[in-house]
């Protein structure tokens, strides 16, 4: 057997786009395990809480628990795995040796949003990263048109995977109901609240649309979200934006069903997995047109090119009275390309990089 060491230690942070990505790809790898075994595949999870991979995957996979220490270079794993796969481009955590290395690109965001000394350091990781790399994935073109914008990327294949999508819509109990819930029609978005994600351009935007609420959703980590509360405080919008906070999935699933549409003004993603989670509702969905987001958000979405508020809410009026006059077929073009973005494909995309590196 090939043994293929994941380095997977951010699954614990579901809340986050990297958890996200790993507990999703690891979970579909799981379901394709007489595959991994007919081409000879040996799967190692690094995690802080192996006990619980365990439950939640495969008993064919291994699960090897993960120390800080192990970022240290004295301390790294010595085990001369067949292939090591860095599951994103941020984490310390390397082979001691220099074993065949697979590294998965989410985004070089930090090239515009790092400075100094800070940003020297994040360089110097991702260029060892880099180095060591004998393929890469990306996950949007994007992603990979900004690698090789702002790095010499070595000469070793590369390959475009894009993440997947839940596979159905979440079914949702027929009396369930949020803690928080508009009385009138609402806005969604979520996302870790940070500069880039532009939240307060929907705050602004909502004093042009009278009838219409807000529901703004995630972890408040920085300054921000003090930025967006005092912007709500300061155009009297209290009665009409909701800053819920980190939500449940079944609530997160319950706005994305219930609200009128789905907006997501961010300025750098390099995938955008929540506009794919609300078109499995078929709902409508406007998007910035900033990086990988047209490329993943496709033709049927509605799209800002700037942000002056006052236009942002007329794309909206245009948009939803074009969803409403022809709902079926928007709905059903929003499912259909939700659906094109499933994680067993990208498992199974995974897999054959790894047999192409093992050969």
């Known amino acids: 057997m090939k043994e293929i060491l994941l380095e997977s230690h951010n699954i614990s942070n579901l809340f ?51 120390h800080s220490l192990q970022r240290k270079p004295l301390f790294r794993i010595r085990k001369k795995y067949d292939l090591w796969h860095s599951l994103n481009q941020n984490t310390k955590v390397e082979p001691y040796h220099r074993i065949p290395y697979l590294l998965t690109i989410h985004d070089v965001n930090f090239m515009e949003e790092v400075t100094g000394d800070d940003l020297e350091k994040r360089k110097q990781l991702f260029i060892e990263k880099l180095n060591r790399s004998h393929a890469i994935t990306y996950i949007s073109n994007y992603a990979k048109a900004m690698t090789h914008k702002y790095f010499d990327v070595p000469n070793v294949d590369e390959f475009i995977i894009y993440n997947g999508s839940p596979t159905n819509a979440l079914d949702i109990p027929e009396n369930y109901q949020p803690k928080i819930l508009p009385k009138q029609p609402y806005l969604f978005s979520i996302g870790e609240f940070l500069e880039k994600k532009n939240f307060h351009t929907l705050v602004e935007m909502l004093v042009h649309l009278p009838n219409i609420s807000l529901i703004l959703s995630g972890k408040q980590t920085t300054s921000y979200g003090n930025t967006i509360n005092n912007l709500v405080v300061s155009l009297g919008l209290e009665d009409r934006v909701f800053v819920t906070g980190k939500i449940s999935e079944l609530d997160k699933n319950y706005y994305y069903k219930n609200c009128l549409a789905f907006t997501f003004p961010s300025l750098r993603e390099g995938f955008g997995i929540p506009p794919i989670e609300a078109m499995k509702y078929g709902k409508p969905v406007f998007l910035s047109n900033k990086s990988s987001l047209p490329e993943v958000g496709g033709k049927h979405a509605f799209y800002w090119n700037h942000f002056d508020p006052e236009y942002m809410a007329k794309i909206v009026t245009d948009g939803l009275d074009a969803y409403s006059k022809d709902q079926n077929n928007y709905t059903k073009n929003y499912i259909t390309h939700a659906n094109s973005y499933d994680w067993q494909k990208t498992a199974l995309e995974y897999i054959s990089v790894y047999n192409s590196l093992l050969k």
Do not use: M, R, V, W
């Open 16 to 66: 986050f786009g990297f958890g996200q990505f790993n507990y999703h790809l690891i979970d579909a790898l799981s379901k394709h395990e007489e595959l991994l075994k007919k081409n000879g595949l040996s799967l190692t999870l690094l995690s802080k809480n192996p006990s619980q991979l365990a439950q939640d995957f495969s008993n064919d996979f291994i699960y090897k628990k993960y």
